[in-house]
């Protein structure tokens, strides 16, 4: 599932720190791992856009679940 974030410059700069308080780990390439979800962050500057790719997620965590995760990260 993909999920596309509307953010600021300024937000980018917090991404990481916020992965971290949430338990999660970040790896090169921008792979993601939080709470056993992992996925893959591309940042289109251009259009000040994050771009979400969920590659795998616990079979109990729902994506409601999952996006409501990502727009507390994120926004």
């Known amino acids: 599932m993909i999920y596309k974030v509307k953010t600021t410059g300024e937000k980018r700069s917090d991404w990481v720190d916020k992965i971290r308080e949430a338990w999660g780990t970040y790896g090169c390439g921008g792979v993601f791992s939080v709470s056993g979800v992992d996925w893959k962050a591309i940042w289109n500057e251009a259009m000040w856009v ?14 409601d679940m999952i996006e409501e995760k990502i727009n507390e990260l994120f926004k």
Do not use: M, N
């Open 50 to 63: 994050l771009i979400i790719d969920i590659t795998d997620k616990p079979w109990l965590a729902s994506w």
